[in-house]
T-cell receptor, first 114, second 115 residues
Framework: QQQVKQSPQSLIVQKGGISIINCAYE??????FPWYQQFPGKGPALLIA?????SEKKEGRFTISFNKSAKQFSLHIMDSQPGDSATYFC?????????????FGSGTRLQVQP | EAGVAQSPRYKIIEKRQSVAFWCNPI?????LYWYQQILGQGPKLLIQ????????DSQLPKDRFSAERLKGVDSTLKIQPAKLEDSAVYLC?????????????FGEGSWLTVV
């Protein structure tokens, strides 16, 4: 199975709050889990990524939590800001170097209210 | 470093017409992808090239879609004849070869509306 399931579909958070987006995968061969951020009219851009040999990775206000046994991973945005308002996609990949491609979740539209 | 360039940015065509999209990846990136993003959904891989060879085109509707990457640099994605359900953003992306954590960089996309 190549599917990656993402929730919620949309999220409204107050400025300064914590935004949490969840993803679940089925293919246990996936070995790279990035999160992409997409603003309207732009292409997705890499935000943060994790490998399954660690349970958490933090970069600034963004943290990925990874639960290998549950086949789930999540994105936490601390101190959410209006500038974080965007669509967030989780993704996963597997394969040899030259064959690796991303399988995306369905996306979460985040709105941070001032 | 210049990003992934795509053109045209916007295109409106009638069903059964044809359209072509062009992509210039980041210099030195051997891997090139075309993704289709329907409004409200995540991007879906259509085709992946390694240099000028096709790595994966299993999700490309080959009866109407075709893609090529001559000389291992620029790529063209063509749709002929277009259907209403082809209305989407077509994203080109590229990646260096080597290392499974290498970032995949996306262009801004080509927006297609089929009427």
């Amino acid at each position: 199975q190549q599917q990656v399931k993402q929730s919620p579909q949309s999220l409204i958070v107050q400025k300064g709050g914590i935004s949490i987006i969840n993803c679940a995968y089925e293919n246990t061969a996936f070995d790279y889990f990035p999160w992409y951020q997409q603003f309207p009219g732009k292409g997705p851009a890499l935000l943060i990524a994790i490998r399954p040999d660690v349970s958490e990775k933090k970069e600034g206000r963004f943290t990925i939590s990874f639960n290998k046994s549950a086949k789930q991973f999540s994105l936490h945005i601390m101190d959410s800001q209006p500038g974080d308002s965007a669509t967030y996609f989780c993704a996963a990949s597997v394969g040899d170097t030259g064959r690796r491609a991303l399988t995306f979740g369905s996306g979460t539209r985040l709105q941070v209210q001032p | 470093e210049a990003g992934v360039a795509q053109s045209p940015r916007y295109k409106i065509i009638e069903k059964r017409q044809s359209v072509a999209f062009w992509c210039n990846p980041i210099s030195g990136h051997a891997t090139l992808y075309w993704y289709q993003q329907i409004l409200g959904q995540g991007p879906k891989l259509l085709i992946q090239f390694q240099n000028n060879g096709v790595v994966d085109d299993s999700q490309l509707p080959k009866d109407r879609f075709s893609a090529e990457r001559l000389k291992g640099v620029d790529s063209t994605l063509k749709i002929q004849p277009a259907k209403l359900e082809d209305s989407a953003v077509y994203l080109c992306a590229s990646k260096k070869t080597g290392g499974y954590g290498n970032t995949i960089y996306f262009g801004e996309g080509s927006w297609l509306t089929v009427v």
